[in-house]
């Protein structure tokens, strides 16, 4: 299950505890023709590099979660976007016939609404899809580097993070400012006032841009893996900075509704789940598990509980007594509490459930599970929906 990162103020305190890789999604090079200005291309090998350096993410590295990269060829979508921390955008030309379309643009923006991240390179007119969707549009006036971080940007992680405090930042090749910032702030300037690195909130997540995409590629950082320049610094802070900020975008949805089993290796048992319309913004969960007494007697257990983003807390009923057919009569049916339990999941295609039985029936020899739990059946809808 994802979980939000540590935040930076305790990245040097921490000594011991459960690791979590942050995901990095990129678009993937081939989309836009190979133009290289991508964490899969050519002009950014040694941002790679640094990014998947375990001395600087990792444990024992400067910041202690590992980099996961994933090159991201398929169409953009709130679920694509869903499996990462932070989502990086570089320099990629708005007329070309792969170009992100309308819905794609939107996504991005759900996505950082719904607590995601996402670093974005605006370049020039032109190359600024993405930029502009967001409202920060560069324009053709040129930056006069390096670039030094303004009164707000000297208090930002970004200029004062756990890889140091870079102060003067190269830029290379198309070399711009924003001409608009309205709504912005304003983190790093050029030497004229310029303004060239902007934060933006938006709901719950943020968006840091900058006006050049060679301020953190090969052209400014320094060779190998290594942390040793300001461009260098610059990029370790902005991804640690955005990680330790991104939230569970993940919510358990009615996507998820339909058949879930474990596998071959126990055939026989599974879940059957449907997730409604509780009101109020909460979704009403109910899991029938069918599995087997301590007999071998066929039994269902049902759990039920309001969600609460990507879990659920559950009571567990068992029922009994009831007839077949004609002799069914609900008097002698008897519902019990069999216990209780909890059930999450972080993506589309895996549940976790763990069930836990009381007292009474721990004396009956039932014991608690915990098992993690893929789809039997094709859903009948895409996933996620948004819920209501």
Known sequence: MRKKLIALAIFFLVLSYDVFAIEVGS??????????????????????????????????????????????????????????????????????????????????????????????????????????????????????????PTIAGSGSPVFDGPFGAPSALLMAGSQYIFEETGGFTVLGEDQNGGPVVLERLLGDGRVVFFTDVDMVSNDTLSAGSGISDDN??????????????????????????????????????GMQLELSDGGGGDLTMVATFYSYDTSGNQIFLIAVGTTNGDSVDVDVYITEGGLWGAAFNPALVNESEWGTGMISASNCESIHMVLTPNATYQALGYTALEYDLVRLTVPWAPCPIANP
Request: aromatic fraction near 16%.
């Open 232 to 269: 260098d610094r610059f990029l370790g802070n902005v991804f640690a900075y955005l990680a330790s900020e991104a939230v569970n975008t993940f919510d358990l949805n009615a996507g998820l509704n339909g058949n879930w089993w474990f596998g071959p290796g126990r055939s026989g048992e």
């Open 27 to 148: 678009i993937a090079d081939s989309r836009f023709g190979g133009d290289g200005w991508t964490l899969d291309g050519d002009e950014m090998t040694e941002t790679r590099a640094k990014l998947l350096a375990s001395a600087n993410f990792g444990p024992g590295g400067t910041v202690p979660e590992a980099i996961n990269i994933t090159d991201v060829a398929d169409t953009i979508t709130f679920a694509v976007l869903s499996e990462f921390d932070v989502f990086f955008i570089g320099y990629f030309y708005f007329d070309h016939e792969n170009a992100f379309t309308v819905d794609e643009l939107q996504a991005f923006q759900d996505w950082v609404s719904a607590g995601g991240t996402m670093v974005v390179t605006c370049d020039e007119p032109e190359y600024d899809a993405v930029c502009t969707a967001f409202g920060p549009v560069p324009g053709f006036t040129s930056a006069a580097p390096p670039v030094a």
